[in-house]
């Protein structure tokens, strides 16, 4: 595609799907869900409460503030997935046991997207 457009001297970006910039968003849990992620869990199941739109067009590599009363963790999460076991759910792939600075949260999205090849392509 990059190649046609070349040819064509058009301009074009092309990103994966769910793209964009990466976000940060909140999400409270429960005190089970927020345990196991805690100790180690690699998926966050979304409640029902949870605006699936928002969650399902996360761009690759977002910040999500995972709350459960006074306690937060920060997670890097994919867009949410269905599955017939989990539901609907947020694949972790790095989470910190506090609260992340906002440069620091920043250099760690772009590091993973830049990794996972989800910066765009010009």
Known sequence: MRDAAGRRKL???IIEWPGGEPVSLRLEVSPDVFNKLARG??????????DLAIFAGLPWYCNVN???GPHELDTLCAPAAYSAKAGWHLKVFASADAPVDSKV???RM?????????????
């Not at 869990?41 to 949870?50: D, E, Y």
């Not at 772009?110 to 010009?122: E, I, S």
């Open 11 to 13: 301009n074009v970006e």
């Open 41 to 50: 869990g690699k998926t966050i199941p979304l409640p029902p409460s949870a």
């Open 66 to 68: 995972v709350q459960c």
């Open 105 to 107: 949260r920043a250099t």
């Open 110 to 122: 772009l590091q993973y997207r830049r990794d996972g090849g989800y910066l765009a392509v010009r």
